[in-house]
T-cell receptor, first 112, second 113 residues
Framework: SQQGEEDPQALSIQEGENATMNCSYKTSINNLQWYRQNSGRGLVHLILIRSNEREKHSGRLRVTLDTSKKSSSLLITASRAADTASYFCATDEVLGAQKLVFGQGTRLTINP | EPEVTQTPSHQVTQMGQEVILRCVPISNHLYFYWYRQILGQKVEFLVSFYNNEISEKSEIFDDQFSVERPDGSNFTLKIRSTKLEDSAMYFC???????????FGPGTRLTVT
């Protein structure tokens, strides 16, 4: 079965620095989505990148997708303390009801 | 901005009891989902629902689970006889017809004692 697996599992940086998180998956996908989760809270949708796209921007977020390597990266520029959260990638299948398969996530800590 | 809502935010129940978790998806969405997240673990797919029927379900979604869209706005998940291992955060999500984005509710934390 396909999986989204994030790397690193935990990342700690200083406020103002850029944070890069990576995700790998195993099978063909329709699209890949990134979500943020504050501790014990809900999943906030950040960005969706389709399988025919290579890069997408939204504010301070930049997502890349390399379908040949089955990998994606999420870059958060000019990080803020409020960006402290867990970040998950989620993939869906080419066929089917488009259930999402989540990775374990990257725990990002922004130090003031 | 439209959002998915879920009630209750926290449910405590005794083992063997029935629980119903409620969700109101975004109003013009047509695909509905339930996921769960056991503390410290991945978010796991449970079931998807489209056109008033289940379109896909996972191995977790056994006979103890059922879903229903009783009216035009609510989407419910029922667990008939809860087990300790059902303790988790349960998320509802919905998606529009054309877009791939799934939007999640804030979750219901279910604690089975």
């Amino acid at each position: 079965s396909q999986q989204g697996e994030e790397d690193p599992q935990a990342l700690s940086i200083q406020e103002g620095e850029n944070a890069t998180m990576n995700c790998s998956y195993k099978t063909s996908i329709n699209n890949l989505q990134w979500y943020r989760q504050n501790s014990g809270r809900g999943l906030v949708h950040l960005i969706l990148i389709r399988s025919n796209e290579r890069e997408k921007h939204s504010g301070r977020l930049r997502v890349t997708l390399d379908t040949s390597k089955k990998s994606s990266s999420l870059l958060i520029t000019a990080s803020r303390a409020a960006d402290t959260a867990s970040y998950f990638c989620a993939t869906d299948e080419v066929l089917g009801a488009q259930k999402l398969v989540f990775g374990q996530g990257t725990r990002l800590t922004i130090n003031p | 901005e439209p959002e998915v809502t879920q009630t209750p935010s926290h449910q405590v129940t005794q083992m063997g009891q029935e629980v119903i978790l409620r969700c109101v998806p975004i109003s013009n969405h047509l695909y509905f989902y339930w996921y769960r997240q056991i503390l410290g673990q991945k978010v796991e797919f449970l079931v998807s629902f489209y056109n008033n029927e289940i379109s896909e379900k996972s191995e977790i979604f056994d006979d103890q689970f059922s879903v229903e869209r009783p009216d035009g706005s609510n989407f419910t998940l029922k667990i008939r006889s809860t087990k300790l291992e059902d303790s988790a955060m349960y998320f509802c999500a919905s998606r529009g017809l054309a877009s791939g984005e799934q939007y999640f509710g804030p979750g219901t934390r279910l604690t089975v004692t």
